[in-house]
């Protein structure tokens, strides 16, 4: 199917906004949780950056279902879910989305559009990720070894193949020329690899992906919110994980952050709405890097068997910690977050009391801010204790029924970060969802 676009329209200055909603801590924060209840809401549902390094899960009806590149706004009978150019496409995970959703009856053909700009990851991108994870040893990132890092390091060394490349002639040639570079790569490591067993997936899994509409997904985006259609991009990973706000070099290879949405999808910043940070109750953080609240002893252990808090990709187990305000507030302030959602609260509900992170001690100073570095020989949190609820939440349905406590928790994180929380989530269920 081609597009047509109206150029008369996209000069109306008059179109919708689009609302952005993200993770603001370092991921999983249930962005796939939330992006799924919100989907009646709207009628576009955008990934803007990011891979199969993501795992957004949704649960509905008894049903769990993980997705690493496809929107989650899929099971929603009309909503149309577009990957942005921003977004990274392994087409073989691409694939077994696809089949999964196919056995669960759910018909993606109409409703799911690609960015002809999107890049692909290439098998010898994912090769070079690890080669280079082993190569760092015990400084490595702990990337999920998705190939995210050496596609985004081909996307900006002008470099990369894009899903629009697929439909022309030289496809073939672009792809042995990019791998060519890659074997060259791949020599400087002490790295085996069988590219041979890898590449007849991918090629089949890139006709697959043929079945599938390739567009320009700017001018269908802002012809859409000019005939006044409600537009919501989603995030992947989170705020501290942003390339240039997270804490680096532990990050992931995009911006994850409010901006990475304009770039990600081609929505000028005048056309972004609200802006909707998702975080948990508590941290967690997958993967290498700075903690400053992390929990490395059976307090942490609990919250994470209590928060099943093993990663929707790898499986890894997340480190676990307690909220952290300055980092909080670090990432309202860079996303511009106007409405706030908090995820996980009944994880805490085992908790006689519960600490909050609201300053740091830098070199002995007291700071209540997120500083450039946040390693733990420069800085420690400084914690506050609150009152716990001690309350299964898993069964309330409405803002009345929560426990006084956790509306003193609720209230004191929107006095220190200045914005309010307008969702409570008290269970992974569509359901469990309170509307504060
Ligand atoms: P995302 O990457 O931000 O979409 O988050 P993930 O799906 O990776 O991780 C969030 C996990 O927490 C998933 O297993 C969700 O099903 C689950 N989850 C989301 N919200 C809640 C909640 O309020 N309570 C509980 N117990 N689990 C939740
Ligand atoms: P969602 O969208 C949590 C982490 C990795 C690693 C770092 C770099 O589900 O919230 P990469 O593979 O991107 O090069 O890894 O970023 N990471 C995530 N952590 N949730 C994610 O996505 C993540 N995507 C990447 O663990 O530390
Ligand atoms: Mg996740």
Known sequence: MTFAFNLNLLLNKKAMKADVLLGLQWGDEGKGKIVDVLTPDYDIIARFQGGPNAGHTLEF?????????IPSGIFHPTAINIVGNGVVIDPVIFKKELDALTKLGVDFKSKLLISKRAHLILPTHRLIDAASEAAKGKNKIGSTLKGIGPTYMDKTGRNGLRIGDIETKEFKEKYDTLVEKHKQLLSFYNFDYNLQELEPTWFEAIESLKELQFVDTEHYLNTAMVSGKRVLAEGAQGSLLDIDFGSYPFVTSSNTICAGACNGLGIAPNKIGNVIGIFKAYCTRVGSGPF????????????RQIGREFGSTTGRPRRTGWLD??????????????????MKADILSDFETIEVCTHYNFNGQV????????????????????????????????????????????????????????????????????RM
């Open 61 to 69: 009806n008894g049903i769990k279902h993980v997705l690493h590149t």
């Open 292 to 303: 400053p609240t992390e929990l490395e002893d059976e307090v942490g252990e609990k919250i």
């Open 325 to 342: 305000i300055p980092a909080l507030k670090y990432a309202v302030m860079v996303n511009g977050v106007t409405e706030l959602m908090m």
């Open 367 to 434: 700071i209540d801010y997120l500083p450039y570095n946040i390693d733990p020989n420069y800085i420690k949190p400084i914690t506050t204790t609150l009152k716990g609820w001690n309350k299964d939440l898993t069964a309330i349905e409405n803002k009345n029924d929560l426990p006084n406590e956790l509306m003193e928790y609720v209230r004191f994180i929107e006095k220190a970060v200045d914005t309010k929380i307008s969702i409570v989530s008290v269970g992974p269920d569509r359901k469990q969802t309170i």
